[in-house]
């Protein structure tokens, strides 16, 4: 049996807006703190990159010391709020682009009903996709799929959409540690200044900054995984890859799918590649534990959707 894994490369083969240019365009209508620039790259690029952190810089535009000289607690309690407030909002912009983004892209999934698809080419299959589209129940015949998952979420279900980096970026840890954030880690400590780190009000305003960074992390759905596959695992001799960069951020997923399936190939298709094999100098399938069983005839998802 084959297990389609479905990127968002396939999405785009089928002219839907979900490019990390249509995400930012969605950002852009509610970002006025313009934090989620990082548009013209793939997704595993745009989610690695919230990674890196620029913790100085969002200290030096927001952090302020409070009225030290007010009679009223308010007045130094109000620079926490603030900051809070600047940090919610930052999150709700990601989330909100985020479903706008998607509830587009599901409207115009109807626009592909006119073009030639082989409706029955998952037949007797699974499909783990890590999009939250609605592609597939809308284009292809479902009935005699084996098994289908969202792994990052189902928008039509009201899923909870997961989304960000793999792992915190260390320069950023060191800018918080010294502020008193328990980052979690041993890491040494520089630029440490004693004021800062000593006022209560300061440390709070860090403490928002740093519980804002840590809700861009990926919450790995690894357990789900095993759990949705461990019924198949004797059935799957074959793994295609349908529009997935593959790359670090949700390394981990196909890294499990190996061991616990040991398929005898793996098949890749990109979306902006037809043909061109493997490319000596992309070391993203070489960090592969399973290299060795990739297809060397990387194609374009096109020579699969036939």
């Known amino acids: 049996m084959k297990l389609y894994i ?3 490369g396939f999405d785009l083969h089928h002219n839907l807006p979900t490019s990390t240019n249509d995400f930012q365009n969605c950002v852009e209508k509610h970002d006025t703190y313009d934090y989620y620039s990082n548009s013209g790259v793939d997704w595993n690029a745009y989610e690695e990159g919230l990674s890196y952190f620029d913790v100085a810089a969002m200290a030096e535009s927001y952090i302020e010391s409070p009225d030290y000289l ?12 603030q900051m809070e407030q600047i940090m919610d909002t930052m999150y709700y912009v990601r989330n909100e682009a985020l479903k706008y983004m998607i509830l587009t892209a599901n409207q115009k999934i109807f626009d592909n009903r006119y ?7 998952f037949e007797n299959s699974l499909i783990l996709s890590f999009n939250y589209t609605s592609t597939i129940q809308e284009l292809y015949n479902c009935e005699n799929i084996h098994g289908i998952t969202h792994i990052h979420g189902f928008f039509d279900d009201g899923d909870e959409l997961i989304f960000g980096y793999a792992n915190p970026e260390e320069e950023a840890l060191r800018v918080f540690h010294p502020h008193d954030i328990d980052v979690g880690i041993e890491i040494s400590i520089r630029n440490r200044d004693e004021d800062d780190h000593d006022d209560f009000y300061i440390h709070k305003q860090y403490q928002s900054m740093y519980d804002f960074y840590c809700s861009n992390q990926k919450k790995l759905q690894i ?19 349908l529009g997935h960069s593959m ?9 499990e799918l190996e061991k616990m399936l040991k398929p005898l190939k ?4 990109r979306y902006t590649n037809s043909n061109a094999g493997i ?6 399938l070489k960090c592969y534990s399973f290299f060795t069983k990739i297809d060397p005839a990387i194609c374009g998802i096109s020579d699969y959707l036939i």
Do not use: C, Q
């Open 6 to 8: 479905i990127g968002n």
């Open 70 to 81: 007010s009679d009223k607690e308010s007045d130094r309690d109000g620079v926490i709020f």
């Open 115 to 121: 073009h030639f698809i082989n409706k029955d080419m």
């Open 223 to 241: 357990d789900n995984l095993i759990n949705w596959i461990a019924d198949y695992k004797d059935e799957v001799d074959e793994i295609i890859v």
């Open 247 to 255: 790359g670090f951020v949700d390394k981990v997923y196909f890294e």
């Open 266 to 269: 793996w098949r890749i298709s």
């Open 279 to 284: 490319d000596p100098s992309d070391h993203t």
